[in-house]
């Protein structure tokens, strides 16, 4: 039987099978409502699962994908001790047609490789996550897993009514967001950057060599603007120079002095001292100051 439950624009069920009864398949139960803006990615987990496809009946692997759509034919064929999760999306979210709709559906995407393989390990971790769900960490896993589904049916329509770099610019947002929210993490690196977002460093540096830049040196601006922020700090509120730079991820404090340095033409020590400076007080009245 299903278990449902929302993530932000997804909505997430579990296809349970012992092979002793007929399953409530989700798209079926949309046929017969007016509900029709709608399209199923199911992941197979285990189990015996066929698809007919192209005159042949062929089984899923465990990670396989197969899109399903409204209609009172649900498309796999169930065996026992079947699992999938089965994805719901908003078909205006992927911008495919009827046309394109009826090309997609039905057809088996094995998870061995490619785009499909890392849109299936995606899903896969994120139906394990229930916690997740309905949180402001599982929106943004949802958008992400959104983004993936819209780059595989592109990649199985062949056509590009999304294109890459949009892809890449939507990506790259979202990993600004999240380096901001774990600037004070000592732990981020491009290693846990790429983790977070289920895609591989080799693949985070060419987005930020897009923009000019790496990621090493973008993460290191941020932390050292964010220190420069503490700096300027009033007396009365201030942290010492060290405290500042652990705050903010420098394990170092040398690396952090010369890296401020750098970035300022300052030390982090002189740059605080002139800010507890009081500012010049002006010339009282209106006589104008003598000239030399």
Same mark, same amino acid.
């Given at each position: !039987?299903?278990?449902?439950? $929302?993530?932000?624009?997804?909505?997430?069920?579990?296809?349970?099978?012992?092979?002793?009864?007929?399953?409530?398949?989700?798209?079926?139960? &949309?046929? &017969?409502?007016?509900?029709?803006?709608?399209? /199923? +990615?199911?992941?197979?987990?285990?189990?015996?699962?066929?698809?007919?496809? &192209? *005159?042949?009946?062929?089984?899923?692997?465990? $990670?396989?994908?197969?899109?399903?759509?409204?209609? #009172?034919? *649900?498309? #796999?064929?169930?065996? /026992?001790?079947?699992? !999938?999760?089965?994805?719901?999306?908003?078909?205006?979210?992927? *911008?495919?047609?009827?046309?394109?709709?009826?090309?997609?559906?039905?057809?088996?995407?094995?998870?061995?490789?490619?785009?499909?393989?890392?849109?299936?390990?995606?899903?896969?971790?994120?139906?394990?996550?229930?916690?997740? %769900?309905?949180? %402001?960490?599982?929106? %943004?896993?949802?958008?992400?897993?959104?983004?993936?589904?819209?780059?595989?049916?592109?990649?199985?329509? $062949?056509?590009?009514?999304?294109?890459?770099?949009?892809? *890449?610019?939507?990506?790259?947002?979202?990993? %600004?967001?999240?380096?901001?929210?774990?600037? @004070?993490?000592?732990?981020?690196?491009?290693?846990?950057?790429?983790?977070?977002?289920?895609?591989?460093?080799? /693949?985070?540096?060419?987005?930020?060599?897009?923009? $000019?830049? @790496?990621?090493?040196?973008?993460?290191?601006?941020?932390?050292?603007? +964010?220190?420069?922020?503490?700096? &300027?700090?009033?007396?009365?509120?201030?942290?010492?120079?060290?405290?500042?730079?652990?705050?903010?991820?420098?394990?170092?404090?040398?690396?952090?002095?010369?890296?401020?340095?750098?970035? /300022?033409? !300052?030390?982090?020590? +002189?740059?605080?001292?002139? +800010?507890?400076?009081?500012?010049?007080?002006?010339?009282?009245?209106?006589? #104008?100051?003598?000239?030399?």
């Amino acid at each position: !039987m299903p278990v449902g439950d $929302g993530l932000g624009e997804l909505s997430v069920s579990v296809l349970r099978s012992d092979g002793s009864g007929e399953l409530a398949l989700p798209w079926s139960a &949309d046929a &017969d409502t007016t509900v029709d803006d709608a399209l /199923y +990615a199911a992941v197979h987990a285990r189990g015996a699962v066929t698809v007919p496809h &192209d *005159g042949a009946e062929v089984s899923l692997a465990p $990670g396989d994908i197969v899109f399903c759509a409204p209609g #009172p034919a *649900g498309l #796999p064929r169930f065996g /026992y001790d079947v699992r !999938m999760a089965v994805f719901r999306i908003p078909r205006s979210c992927l *911008g495919i047609t009827e046309s394109e709709l009826r090309r997609i559906t039905g057809t088996p995407l094995s998870c061995a490789d490619g785009v499909s393989a890392l849109v299936s390990n995606f899903l896969t971790l994120l139906a394990s996550e229930a916690a997740l %769900r309905r949180t %402001r960490v599982g929106d %943004r896993l949802a958008r992400n897993a959104v983004d993936l589904l819209a780059v595989l049916v592109t990649e199985l329509l $062949g056509t590009r009514t999304a294109g890459p770099t949009d892809v *890449g610019a939507r990506t790259l947002s979202r990993i %600004r967001d999240f380096v901001e929210l774990h600037l @004070t993490d000592p732990d981020l690196s491009p290693e846990s950057i790429a983790l977070a977002h289920h895609i591989s460093v080799r /693949y985070l540096h060419k987005l930020f060599r897009s923009e $000019g830049t @790496t990621v090493g040196q973008w993460v290191r601006q941020r932390r050292l603007d +964010a220190c420069r922020r503490d700096l &300027d700090r009033p007396p009365q509120r201030r942290l010492t120079v060290a405290a500042v730079a652990h705050r903010w991820g420098f394990t170092s404090p040398s690396h952090f002095s010369r890296a401020f340095r750098d970035a /300022y033409g !300052m030390s982090p020590s +002189a740059w605080q001292a002139r +800010a507890a400076s009081p500012p010049l007080t002006p010339p009282a009245g209106n006589t #104008p100051l003598p000239v030399s």
